[in-house]
Structures are given as structure tokens and as C-alpha cells.
């Protein structure tokens, strides 16, 4: 069991919005601004597409972008595209033993 | 550009030994955490380890804490991780990653290499 909770999977159509949360606690997403979120595609390494907690890193499309509340992070995709089809991860720092913790991943399917 | 190559996965017994390598390029190595992590078949990601960026500090998950060691040489820019003790559930694709802020670990990975894959089977 991931420490992070994603919905497995969500789906929309071409030029629709789509939000994915990320669940955590005030050990890990709620007490810190240190959360990312990944994209990976089939069979690819994944890639940085969000980063302490909102901040997009150079070359990745202002489509996606990203927030917090709470203990509860989102990834929110505008205008989906057939290329955003994907995994997508968050993660986030934290006070546990293990510096890191990855949410389960959330399937992306645009119809 | 930024770049991490990974290499050293393969197939090995249960109880063996591997060592995984990760050459980097493109930036300064010896200012940033280094992070392996890994994926099972099918599966989501798990952290595993980091080194500073000296290499004076190192931390585990408690999954592989007492059979992986992870280490770095920064004259040579590159990391490893040698795996001993090898089980079944080690079987996954693994990653380097650099941490996204020099000087600490903020579990925050970017860029990553392409993977490589180890299988633990008989």
C-alpha cells in the first residue's frame, strides 16, 4: 500500500480538464511544500512535470499545473491532449524514516 | 544536455550479488544528491536510496537497508548501488535521479535515467 493515495485511474475527452488528487498526511504533503508529480509513458523513464507544489520546470506545457490544500496535492491538466495518455506519480518529501514517498499512480485515459 | 545513463542490470539467483552503475553528464555532479529508485512489473515507483552530494551521508528504504549500499564518485561523475542478498521482490526496473535542488534532499527527482532492469529469479 503506497503511502500517498491516487485514484487509480481518470479519463476525459480531447480540450477537457481533468484533476488528480494525491492524499497524504501532515508528515509528508501537508507539512511540506516539497511535493512533485511525474508523467510516464509505456515502457519510459518518468519525467518532472510539477514541482514544490506548483512550479512547472522548463519545457513542460502550462497546461498542467499544480496545487495544495490540506494534506490533499493536485495535478490539473487543461485542454487534454492524446500525448498526455499516461501514469502519472506524485510524491513528496517527508518526516518518516524514508525521505521519500510515491503516491500509487493514476491512470490517464483520454477518450 | 542533462543526462543519466544507468547500466549493470541483468539477471541474477536469488541470494547473489549486482552492482548498478549511473554516469552523468551535463551538470555539476558533486552539487546535488543523487537518489536510486526503483520499479516492480507492473508496479509504482519506490525510493530507495540517496547519497549527498559529498557522499558523506547516506539513507535506505527499509526494504534493502543492510543489503544495498550506495555510493558515488565524483571525480568520475558517476553513482552505484550494489545490491546484495538479492530476493525476488528486488526484480524491477532501476533509476537514478538527481535531486531537483543542489545541496539536499528534497525528494523531488529530476532528470531521471532510462532504467535498467534486474530480475531475481532461479
Known amino acids: 500500500q503506497s503511502a500517498l493515495t491516487q485514484p487509480a485511474s481518470v479519463s476525459g475527452s480531447p480540450g477537457q480538464s481533468i484533476t488528480i488528487s494525491c492524499t497524504g498526511t501532515?508528515?509528508?504533503?501537508?507539512?511540506?511544500?516539497?511535493v512533485s508529480w511525474y508523467q510516464q509513458h509505456p515502457g519510459k523513464a518518468p519525467k518532472l512535470m510539477i514541482y514544490?507544489?506548483?512550479n512547472r520546470p522548463s519545457g513542460v506545457s502550462n497546461r498542467f499545473s499544480g496545487s495544495k490544500s490540506g494534506n490533499t496535492a493536485s495535478l490539473t491538466i487543461s485542454g487534454l491532449q492524446a500525448e498526455d495518455e499516461a501514469d502519472y506519480y506524485c510524491?513528496?518529501?517527508?518526516?518518516?524514516?524514508?525521505?521519500?514517498?510515491f503516491g500509487g499512480g493514476t491512470q490517464l485515459t483520454v477518450l | 544536455q542533462v543526462q543519466l545513463v544507468e547500466s549493470g542490470g541483468g539477471l541474477v539467483k536469488p541470494g547473489g550479488s549486482l552492482r548498478l552503475s549511473c554516469a552523468a553528464s551535463?551538470?555539476?555532479?558533486?552539487?546535488?544528491?543523487m537518489n536510486w529508485i526503483r520499479q516492480a512489473p507492473g508496479k509504482g515507483l519506490e525510493w530507495v536510496s540517496y547519497?549527498?552530494?559529498?557522499?558523506?551521508?547516506?539513507n535506505y528504504a527499509d526494504s534493502v537497508k543492510g543489503r544495498f549500499t550506495i555510493s558515488r564518485d565524483n571525480a568520475r561523475n558517476s553513482l552505484y548501488l550494489q545490491m546484495n542478498s538479492l530476493r525476488a521482490e528486488d526484480t524491477a526496473v532501476y533509476y537514478c535521479?538527481?535531486?531537483?535542488?543542489?545541496?539536499?534532499?528534497?525528494?523531488?527527482?529530476?532528470?531521471w535515467g532510462q532504467g535498467t532492469l534486474v530480475t531475481v529469479s532461479s
Open positions: 510524491s513528496s518529501y517527508t518526516s518518516r524514516s524514508t525521505p521519500a514517498v
Open positions: 547519497i549527498s552530494s559529498s557522499g558523506s551521508y547516506t
Open positions: 501532515s508528515s509528508d504533503v501537508g507539512g511540506y511544500n516539497y
Open positions: 551535463g551538470f555539476t555532479f558533486s552539487d546535488y544528491y
Open positions: 514544490e507544489v506548483s
Open positions: 535521479a538527481r535531486d531537483v535542488l543542489p545541496y539536499s534532499s528534497s525528494s523531488m527527482f529530476d532528470p
